[in-house]
């Protein structure tokens, strides 16, 4: 992707001026630029080839997207999302208007400005300004997200030009009455005059209609004929011919009419919201996505002698050149993160995410890293998130399968079943027909891949679908006459080349902003903590976040995280305006290169452990307890049958130090270390004398007297 012009991707010159990728018009081979050095709606064309040479020769660089912080760094407040999303209607009904590449068109864009200011009463540079944002920021609905810099009460100046500015004022003093007779006026002169390939301008087709229908021949004293307009108060004023036009033109019909039908199709028919039908066109305008209950069985990644159950796999599909473009593979069961995955994954580098599993890949072997124009999917795969939000964020369109093509909508449920039925045959945990029959073989027992090594097998698939020959897939004339095989990543190449392929690029901030899942962590003074594992960030670094949760206890903090990747998770600071990468301490290191599956499987099995340890333990204990009373049972008993008489209460705590040394010799003697000598094979029993014992008692002195003996022999 490194030198890929691509939509939404922004350019540097030699001069430091900047420039964003709005638009790539195969058909003329240019390319759309949005001048991003100037406060105004300005684009520029140039020739891809030019364009393409400069980068070659490193006139022109590609730089970091600059609005991503703008974008992703917001807490909206109920007035800015108002305004946002009355940007986003306006965008959309222009859109709808002018199509896809038409609305580079500055006429085409012209009449659709005119038409939505009328159509919301704004004027029409607040309009254009709409239009500007939306190019400048990266083209999705936040880059609609107001600033805010100049929020405030407004001046006496802001208010009078406001007040100016959206005062219509009406040139033309007279007028007539537009009847019916008039109005077949005004459509004969714009369907002669205006809708055709001439281009001419309203005003010039005006100034036709009334020389045609509001003038009379005069022949002038020199004898030449000349035209002569009507009296002011017999014609209409322009502003009349104007508003009827806006009002009811035909605007499929003036941009035929104006351009040619092979243009309408090629550059002004409504992709970017258009029915699905029309939006197959090339390579990223369509993917279907679809989840899958994968037939085999695996092993967690801790322990290959636990089985961990059968994956979910999705699969993303490009509809033109039948190219699988993303994939996701986890544990959990189909839902919003794994469709959020999946489509997060169409869109980052295949080259590096082959390497996170050992896999080595060239950019050409798996060449798509792009966002779609449609999303289409069941129903089922957009439940249990706000994915519809998601993807119009995004700026694409989605449809669900009641709306696909009866010959497409099997697509990518034939993939996900030749998927399994290519693999099936060599790996373990199949599933088999007589899995539950009386007698059968428990083929979970026969599981041996684990997440990781099953997505290795997974990716190894997916890329030998996409560089091998698909028998099926029906080429058309232009395909056939260029010799393009019926290959997926060949399909994917050529339709970018000739069939208008725009892929559109998207900064991975940006995408991750919209599509990792969102969660909460804890600021606590062992770390910021995410399911037991432990992470730091600079900031909390710099800012004594741990000290702080030491002294004042610990608190939360929302977090996104890549399931994959346990190594990382993100902090969305809103001061910044930017993402604070967390990284995982040492003292986790247990959880590294593992996924969140692989946590989530690990702590529900040391809590069924812990359970089971906890019950066992609390039986040991209410044994410990019955063996202690019983010991303390028998040596009450032991002393109140007792033969000889009582001590008094004086004597008995009188000599309680004698008693201990004495009970101290007494167990060294019992508990003596005892040697043999090498050569006459004797027992020594070894008593320490080191303590400075009292020789007043009898007892004391007879265990001296014996210690003595001992040594003597």
């Not at 095989?485 to 559109?504: F, Y």
């Not at 049972?633 to 009582?646: A, F, L």
């Amino acid at each position: 992707m490194d030198n890929q012009v691509l939509v939404n991707r922004i350019i540097q010159d030699d001069e430091g001026k900047k420039f964003r990728v709005i638009g790539i018009e195969k058909i003329e081979d240019q390319v759309i630029l949005f001048d991003l050095n100037k406060r105004s709606l300005n684009l520029v064309r140039r020739d891809i080839m030019e364009l393409d040479k400069a980068i070659l020769s490193k006139e022109v660089r590609f730089v970091e997207e600059l609005y991503k912080l703008n974008i992703n760094g917001r807490i909206l407040s109920d007035n800015d999302r108002e305004k946002r999303d009355k940007g986003w209607e306006i965008i959309k009904g222009i859109y709808e208007i002018t199509g896809e590449n038409g609305i580079f068109d500055r006429q085409i864009r012209g009449v659709a400005i005119k038409t939505m200011s009328e159509k919301h009463d704004l004027t029409d540079k607040t309009i254009r300004e709409y239009v500007r944002r939306y190019f400048e920021r990266g083209m999705l609905k936040d880059s609609l997200i107001p600033d805010n810099k100049n929020s405030g009460r407004k001046t006496a100046t802001s208010v009078a030009n406001e007040t100016s500015a959206n005062k219509k004022v009406n040139t033309d003093a007279k007028g007539i009455y537009i009847d019916e007779k008039i109005q077949k006026i005004f459509k004969k002169a714009i369907d002669r005059f205006y809708n055709n390939s001439k281009k001419i301008s309203l005003r010039t087709a005006y100034e036709l209609m009334i020389g045609e229908y509001f003038s009379s021949t005069v022949t002038r004293e020199d004898g030449k004929e000349i035209l002569k307009v009507m009296d002011s108060s017999s014609i209409p004023t322009f502003s009349q011919f104007r508003y009827w036009h806006y009002k009811n033109r035909d605007i499929r019909k003036e941009l035929i009419g104006r351009g040619g039908s092979k243009n309408y199709n090629l550059k002004n028919r409504a992709v970017l919201f258009s029915s699905t039908d029309e939006a197959i066109g090339g390579p990223a305008h369509i993917y279907q996505i679809d989840a899958t209950l994968a037939d085999f069985y695996l092993v967690s990644s801790y322990d290959n002698q636990e089985i961990a159950g059968r994956p979910v796999f999705y699969l993303v599909l490009d509809v033109f050149s039948r190219m699988i473009v993303g994939v996701s593979v986890s544990l959990r069961p189909p839902s919003f993160i794994g469709a959020a995955e999946a489509l997060l994954n169409t869109a980052i580098d295949k080259k590096k995410f082959c390497e996170e599993y050992g896999i080595e890949i060239t950019h050409q072997e798996w060449p798509c890293n792009n966002l779609p124009t449609t999303l289409l999917a069941d129903r089922g795969e957009l439940e249990g998130g706000d994915i519809e939000t998601l993807v119009e964020n995004l700026g694409l369109k989605i449809s669900n399968t009641s709306s696909f093509r009866g010959d497409n909508k099997p697509i990518i449920e034939r993939y996900i079943g030749l998927l399994q039925d290519t693999i099936k045959p060599y790996l373990t945990g199949v599933i088999r027909e007589d899995f539950q029959k009386r007698g059968a073989p428990d083929y979970r027992l026969t599981a041996t891949l684990n997440l990781y090594q099953f997505t290795q097998v997974v990716i190894k698939t997916i890329l030998y679908f996409n560089n091998n020959y698909l028998p099926a897939y029906e080429r058309d004339e232009s395909m056939i006459r260029d010799g393009v095989a019926p290959i997926p990543v060949k399909l994917w190449e050529w339709g970018i080349e000739n069939r208008s392929g725009k892929l559109k690029y998207l900064d991975e901030e940006i995408l991750k902003y919209y599509l990792l899942p969102r969660d909460k962590a804890r600021v606590t003074k062992n770390g910021i903590v995410y399911k037991r594992i432990r992470y730091a960030c600079e900031k909390a670094l710099k800012e004594g976040w741990f000290e702080k949760a030491r002294e004042k206890g610990s608190w939360s903090i929302k977090i996104m995280f890549d399931p994959r990747v346990v190594e990382y998770i993100y902090i969305l600071d809103e001061t910044a305006k930017e993402f604070q990468k967390c990284t995982i301490l040492n003292n986790s290191s247990r959880y590294m290169k593992k996924s969140f599956d692989d946590i989530d499987y690990l702590m529900e099995k040391e809590r069924k452990e812990k359970t089971i340890l906890e019950h066992d333990k609390l039986q040991s204990k209410v044994n410990l307890i019955k063996d202690i009373e019983n010991i303390v049972s028998d040596s009450r008993k032991e002393v109140e049958n007792r033969d000889i008489g009582v001590k008094s209460k004086k004597t008995r705590l009188k000599d309680i130090k004698n008693n201990k040394t004495a009970e101290k010799l007494l167990e060294d003697k019992k508990k003596g270390i005892r040697l043999k000598d090498q050569t006459e094979r004797k027992e020594m029993n070894i008593i320490d004398t080191s303590e400075n014992v009292e020789k007043g008692s009898d007892v004391i002195n007879d265990l001296f007297k014996a210690q003595e003996e001992m040594f003597d022999d």
